[in-house]
């Protein structure tokens, strides 16, 4: 059954939202910490008491299945309890104590981060709920004290609506401002989002082109503002001789896996694996290749999955491994595709085929040599993840790759797959552009230091200072005072 309309926001509800998210803003900024804690908590609350609710409405949007989808509920509703976590933990503030005199003669100098405003956030269709409306981008927003405006997905007309009043009943039970989150629909309103004078920073979610349109609409406002796209990643894989010969099998298979979950429609999907040439990893692949049909998120990404593998299985330069005929019955169902060309002919046309077609398909490179290793490392553009299958000892080449690679993307493995973005204080889900538009990560902790500013105060009074650069210290933060890590109180006068 198709899928309802969705009006877009008219020019009257689209006023009321910005201007309430506006008025929100200070209120927010200035609210206790153990209380906008508070409300990250709530929302996750809220999902998992809703899940029942919610989940159909996602499975009828997306096809992704109830058991993943339920899941998606849980690491989102995890995700926002450990924000909420890291919001009264406080190191996040970066605050920091220079007290007069105590490192020369200069003033009393006491700096910290602060909320940028209002953000808005694009979430991506891939992940309704954990890269959605409530998704990284606004738990991080929110754990900075930003008020969220979300551009609904137009793939997730059914889940938009009951999704976005979960997240409001929730943040108005626990006292949050009015306007701390609100929702738009409307691909021209998601343009007005991005040069709005109310709204602070943007982050997205999506495509290449998509996200470069409205990173340049960020970067010509009158006032630029920062623009933190999530775009393309083809996650290479490279394989040494060494990890071939011993394990050769194992890394087809694995590699098999990852290239094919969730439809090959997960953004840290490995797009092209090197192996060596001789090893017969090749002909694993291509005799262990699925070829039974996979459901697509929408028939949008089915058409332009088909017209991608397409182009890419005909070009000159490529063999096929497994190239199955694909349905013409229904658009959104495909089946994978595999294909395979050497270091030596990648190399005379990279922009031809290092590109990310978001679905399953991959592209098998073979090396006859280790020193087309590094060097087809550095055909690659900027990516989430690169990974490396060696091994620790007596693999002359592995060590070289790693450091190369370092340069080259946001997460470096080692002996394993790229797909699974782990969420914690140590994950870094970035990378050199296209794989992003800045240095930040989506996903994990720091991902609040978007959506803050850095701001220092001179020889301000205590008593006006913000709580957590007074001399008191109630806020139980970790600070550095006069150069040293601590969280005590600042014990001599100033």
Not at 138 to 160: D, E
Not at 450 to 457: E, H, I, N, T
Request: proline share 8%; aromatic share 6%; hydrophobic share 45%.
């Amino acid at each position: 059954m198709p899928a309802p309309a969705t009006a877009d926001t008219t020019c009257q509800e689209y006023e009321k939202v910005l201007t309430a998210a506006q008025a929100a803003a200070p209120v927010l900024a200035a609210m206790p910490l153990t209380e906008r804690a508070g409300l990250l908590r709530a929302v996750a609350g809220a999902l998992r008491t809703q899940a029942d609710e919610l989940v159909p409405l996602a499975d009828a949007d997306s096809s992704l299945g109830v058991p993943r989808l339920t899941g998606e509920v849980e690491r989102t509703a995890g995700q926002l309890e450990m924000f909420a976590d890291a919001v009264e933990e406080g190191s996040w503030l970066e605050a920091i104590i220079d007290r007069a005199g105590a490192s020369g003669a200069g003033p009393d100098l006491r700096r910290m981060l602060i909320p940028l405003g209002p953000v808005a956030v694009f979430g991506a269709s891939n992940f309704p709920f954990a890269f959605g409306l409530a998704g990284g981008d606004t738990a991080a927003a929110l754990a900075a004290g930003c008020p969220v405006v979300a551009k609904a997905h137009p793939a997730q007309p059914r889940l938009s609506g009951a999704y976005a009043r979960v997240v409001v009943d929730a943040l108005h039970a626990a006292g949050a401002p009015e306007g701390t989150f609100a929702v738009v629909h409307g691909m021209e309103n998601g343009r007005k989002l991005v040069t709005d004078a109310r709204i602070a920073a943007v982050a997205f979610t999506g495509s290449t082109a998509g996200g470069r349109a409205l990173a340049d609409l960020a970067a010509t406002r009158p006032s630029p503002i920062p623009f933190y796209g999530e775009l393309g990643s083809l996650n290479p894989v490279f394989v040494t001789r060494e990890a071939a010969r011993v394990r050769g099998k194992e890394i087809a298979g694995g590699f098999l896996a990852s290239m094919s979950l969730g439809a090959g429609q997960f953004c840290t999907k490995p797009g092209v694996l090197f192996v060596p040439a001789g090893y017969g990893l090749e002909d694993l692949i291509a005799a262990e290749a699925a070829t039974a049909p996979m459901r697509l998120l929408h028939e949008g990404i089915g058409t332009a999955f088909r017209a991608e593998a397409a182009r890419l299985a005909a070009h000159p330069a490529v063999r096929p491994l497994s190239v199955p005929e694909q349905d013409a019955a229904d658009e959104s169902v495909v089946r994978p595709v595999l294909v395979s060309t050497t270091a030596t002919e990648l190399a005379r046309c990279p922009g031809q085929l290092l590109v990310e077609c978001f679905g399953p398909f991959a592209l098998v490179v073979t090396y006859t040599d280790d020193a087309e290793l590094p060097a087809a490392a550095d055909l690659v553009d900027g990516n989430l993840t690169a990974t490396v299958h060696g091994e620790q000892s007596g693999d002359p080449v592995a060590p070289a790759l790693l450091r190369t690679l370092t340069g080259r993307a946001g997460r470096v493995i080692w002996n394993g797959w790229p797909t699974g973005v782990t969420v914690g204080w140590a994950q870094h889900h970035g990378g050199p552009y296209p794989a992003t538009t800045s240095v930040h990560t989506s996903v994990g902790v720091t991902a609040m230091r978007r959506f803050l500013r850095p701001v220092a105060y001179q020889s301000v009074p205590d008593t006006v200072l913000p709580p957590a650069l007074r001399d008191a210290n109630d806020l139980r933060i970790p600070r550095r005072v006069d150069g040293a890590l601590t969280a005590a109180p600042v014990t001599a006068p100033r």
